[in-house]
């Protein structure tokens, strides 16, 4: 089909972007810029790519938050699928293929994106940046958890940290051309840092308290 760039990012930052202000301030509209943009950059790897159709599927990849955390890349998939504007765009086939690459974003699945669509848009929202990690998952502690005071919210953040992206955590990185694996491993040695790592914590949690 027919489709012009242009008019379709101009589309997501009309009617897609702002969708993000409903969310927590890891996932809003800074967030969903980041990944549209790392997605875009990721793509120059892969030149069979439609940019189109990447840029929609990691524009809507967290949409489905607006139905809670944990079955949120379902819901955002099923988002793409029932929205008829992108018919004038994509074909059946292709919105399939937008929306399981938003479904297979999630660092926890049980299973390996099934599109490269899915495994770019993957990566991009692996932002591998010491400050972004704590932050966002800080943030979504004092929102979810209000009630754990500061010590309670550090132990949260560690076990969180440990599961996800320490060695053997379930993170998974999909393209190899990208900086994402010479940054985890340089979190990964922040993270066994216990004086270091506490003392980013604090800065943290301290400019948050002071908001």
């Known amino acids: 089909m027919e489709r012009n760039f242009e008019e379709i990012m101009d589309f997501v930052e ?7 202000n409903n969310f927590d301030r890891g996932h809003g509209t800074d967030h969903a810029r980041t990944v549209i943009s790392q997605a875009l950059q990721l793509a120059q790897y892969y030149p069979e790519v439609d940019s189109c ?4 599927a990691a524009a809507y990849h967290d949409l ?9 890349h379902i819901h955002s998939a099923a988002i793409v699928r029932d929205d008829a504007r992108l018919r004038q765009w994509f074909t059946a086939d292709e919105i399939n293929t937008i929306a399981d690459a938003a479904e297979d ?3 926890s699945s049980d ?19 010491s400050e972004t990690i704590v932050r966002r998952t800080l943030q979504y502690g004092l929102k979810h958890e ?6 309670g919210q550090y132990s949260r953040l560690m076990e969180h940290m440990r599961e996800k992206y320490d ?15 010479r940054r ?14 506490r003392q980013l914590f604090d800065k943290i949690f301290n400019s948050l308290s002071n908001k």
């Open 14 to 20: 009309r009617e897609i972007i702002p969708r993000y």
């Open 53 to 56: 159709m990447l840029l929609v």
């Open 64 to 72: 489905g938050l607006v139905h809670g955390r944990e079955l949120h």
């Open 105 to 107: 974003h999630r660092a």
């Open 111 to 129: 299973h390996e994106p099934r599109t490269i669509y899915g495994r770019i848009v993957a990566e991009a929202d692996r932002i591998i940046d």
């Open 146 to 151: 209000p009630g754990l005071d500061r010590e």
């Open 167 to 181: 060695y053997g955590g379930y993170l998974k990185l999909w393209i190899p051309q990208g900086d994402n694996a």
């Open 184 to 197: 985890l491993e340089q979190f990964r040695r922040l993270l066994h840092d216990e004086a270091a790592f």
